[in-house]
């Protein structure tokens, strides 16, 4: 259950509705949000005869939700969580574009690519400062010197900036630097680092498992909202099948079923998934048809020479042509880019 108190509930209003779910038996888990505080009613086994909090002053509603995911859930609200950064917003009609290298590799290349993926129409730039690869001795990233690049590469475009963080220990560098903290793939199950998240105030990208389920998703991001931050963007970026053809197989029926289940904005990132760059402008255009709030595409200046994630990254060429031809989908299912 959770129990919506008014946007000027006071402090002890929110304590006496806290007194009167222990008495009751259950725990009180106030969340803060920025107009109004939610209380999660944990450690029912059934429905909650709510009668007596419904009536407690300060309380605008109660809502019984039977997901475990109380504050991610659909029946926990019926408005959309939006999330902006800037000028983009995760969730509305509009679908942002996040673009850039897998990797940071050094000031020159990121600043070149920057501006050719700014004057192609994207609105966030990616790329990894800390990289989690499969193999130690592979690029592991610039670490502090590729965040400051990307700080120089925000201020000379003016568009945000989304990167990785891997560990507890860096998430206030990390979000001192950075628009949009990015959780990976291999970290989806990092409680302590969801919770980490949760507690500062930057959004989050949460991508995917690969071997995680859409309900271990929505759990993960209940994570981070718990700890009181509402502005968590899902990513769908491939689940590891049977397949061979593609790096991963993109779950494209995950969009609506996030749709269906959760408040959340869910974008997809159709590079990780088929990890080929033949692959991704048809899986972006799908991607665009199925609902997607927005895209995370790779894009790299000399994707012969990358130190990361070459084979399955855009020319900035090809992304130019690939939002073109997204403009018009978008527009067939009533959003713009
Ligand atoms: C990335 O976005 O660069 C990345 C490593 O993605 P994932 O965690 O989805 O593999
Ligand atoms: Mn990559």
Redesign the pocket.
């Given at each position: 259950m959770l129990v919506i108190m008014k946007n000027d509930a006071t402090e002890g209003e929110i304590e006496a509705v806290g007194k009167s779910i222990r008495e009751m038996g259950y725990t009180a888990k106030p969340v803060p949000g920025v107009q109004r505080t939610t209380i999660c009613v944990l450690g029912n086994e059934r429905r909650v005869d709510s009668s007596h909090i419904e009536g407690l002053s300060g309380v605008m509603e109660v809502i019984h939700v039977s997901k475990p995911y109380k504050l991610v859930s659909r029946e926990g609200g019926k408005e959309p969580i939006h999330v902006r950064i800037g000028n983009c917003e995760f969730g509305g009609t509009a679908i942002p574009l996040i673009a850039g290298p897998?990797?940071v590799e050094d000031r020159g290349q990121y600043l070149e690519v920057a501006d050719a993926i700014k004057r192609a129409g994207a609105s966030i730039l990616?790329g990894?400062a800390y990289?989690?690869r499969t193999s130690p001795y592979s690029f592991q990233g610039l670490g502090e010197k590729g965040l400051e690049i990307l700080a120089e590469a925000r201020e000379v475009t003016g568009l945000p900036v989304c990167t990785?963080v891997m560990d507890v220990e860096h998430v206030s560098l990390v979000s001192e630097y950075t628009d949009i903290i990015?959780?990976?793939?291999?970290?989806m199950h990092n409680y302590s680092l969801l919770k980490r998240v949760g507690c500062q105030g930057k959004p989050v990208l949460l991508?995917?498992g690969?071997a995680a389920t859409i309900n271990e998703l929505l759990n993960a991001a209940e994570y981070i909202i718990s700890e009181g931050n509402w502005n968590v963007i899902l990513?769908e970026?491939?689940i590891r099948t049977f397949e061979e053809q593609t790096r991963n197989t993109l779950d494209l029926s995950a969009i609506p079923i996030i749709h269906e289940l959760s408040r959340l904005p869910v974008i997809v990132?159709p590079?990780?998934a088929c990890g080929r760059w033949m692959h991704v402008s048809p899986l972006s255009r799908a991607a665009v048809a199925v609902g997607a709030d927005g895209l995370?595409i790779?894009v790299h200046n000399h994707p012969e020479s990358a130190l990361?994630?070459g084979p399955q990254s855009l020319k900035p060429e090809l992304f130019e042509k690939l939002v073109k031809h997204l403009r018009t989908i978008a527009e067939t299912v009533g959003r713009t880019l």
């Open positions: 897998c990797a990616r990894g990289k989690p990785e990015q959780i990976g793939m291999r970290n991508k995917r690969m990513c970026r491939g990132d590079s990780h995370m790779e990361s994630d």
